[in-house]
C-alpha cells in the first residue's frame, strides 16, 4: 500500500482538510491517507495550539466514516522538538519500514527550499501536492529554484482541482471573539460532533456565556 503522509496542527480541523485527503485518494496516487498532527511544528513553536489529545480526537471525528483513512499520534510520541519533516518521515521509515508520500499544498511547495535540509527531503520522498489560493506554481518556477529534474518530479506531484478554503487560523480568532453561534455551529466547516467537541471541552474561549446565547437564554 502506498500511504500519503498528511501532516498540519489541525487546530481545529474542518471540511477543508477532509478535502483534500479526498482528492489525494481520487487521484489514485496512493491507498490510504494518514493524518499526523503535528506536535512542535518548527514555525510554529510559539503559538498557541489546543491540546495535542484534542486534536488527536477532532481528526477522529471528522475521518470515522472515511474509508482509507486513520490517524497517528507518532508525532506527539516520537520526542522530536521541534518535529522536522524530515526527521518525522526518516523516524517513521525506521519503525515502520514504509516510505510515506508526503501531501502539501501549492503553498508550502513555493517554500519548501527553505525548509531543513530540503534537498535531502525532496530526494528521498514522494509528493502530492494540492492548489491553494494565491500560490501560483509554475514547471519555470520550480526550475529557478531546483533544477529542471528536480522541478519536473515536483511539478508533475500537482493535483488538479480546486479546494474549499478554509483558515484554521481565522477561525480560532472568531472562536476567540465569543462569536460562537456563526463560526462554528456550520455543516459548512465541520461536523456537529466537532462543533459538540469543541463546547464541550471549552477549546477556543467557547465559555459559558456563549452557552447561554447559543440557547437563546440571559
Not at 503559538?47 to 475521518?63: E, G, S, T
Not at 527550499?113 to 534537498?119: F, G, L, N, V
Not at 501560483?136 to 500537482?158: C, N, P, R, Y
Not at 484554521?168 to 472568531?174: L, N, V, W, Y
Request: glycine content about 6%; proline content about 5%.
Amino acid at each position: 500500500m502506498k500511504k500519503v503522509f498528511f501532516g498540519g496542527s489541525f487546530d481545529p480541523p474542518h471540511h477543508g482538510h477532509l478535502g483534500i485527503a479526498k482528492a489525494a485518494l481520487a487521484s489514485g496516487r496512493c491507498d490510504e491517507v494518514v493524518w499526523f498532527p503535528a506536535a512542535s511544528p518548527p514555525h510554529k513553536l510559539n503559538a498557541r495550539r489546543a491540546p495535542f489529545a484534542d486534536r488527536m480526537n477532532m481528526v477522529q471525528l471528522l475521518i470515522k466514516d472515511e474509508p482509507g483513512m486513520s490517524v497517528s499520534d507518532f508525532e506527539n510520541r516520537s520526542g522530536l522538538n521541534p518535529s522536522y519533516t524530515i526527521d518525522v518521515l526518516n523516524k517513521l521509515e525506521r519503525e515502520t519500514g514504509i516510505r510515506y508520500t508526503l501531501l502539501i499544498g501549492a503553498d508550502s511547495l513555493l517554500s519548501l527550499h527553505t525548509w531543513h535540509r530540503a534537498k535531502e527531503l525532496v530526494a528521498s520522498t514522494g509528493f502530492i501536492i494540492y492548489p491553494r489560493a494565491g500560490a501560483e506554481v509554475s514547471l519555470e518556477k520550480l526550475q529557478d529554484i531546483w533544477g529542471k529534474q528536480t522541478a519536473e518530479k515536483l511539478f508533475s506531484s500537482m493535483l488538479d482541482g480546486t479546494f474549499f478554503e478554509i483558515s484554521s487560523t481565522e477561525m480560532k480568532i472568531s472562536m476567540e471573539k465569543s462569536d460562537f453561534r456563526h463560526n462554528i455551529i456550520s455543516s459548512a466547516v465541520f461536523p456537529a460532533e466537532i462543533a459538540a467537541y469543541i463546547h464541550e471541552h471549552r477549546l477556543y474561549n467557547c465559555n459559558d456565556d456563549q452557552e447561554r446565547n447559543i440557547h437563546g437564554s440571559e
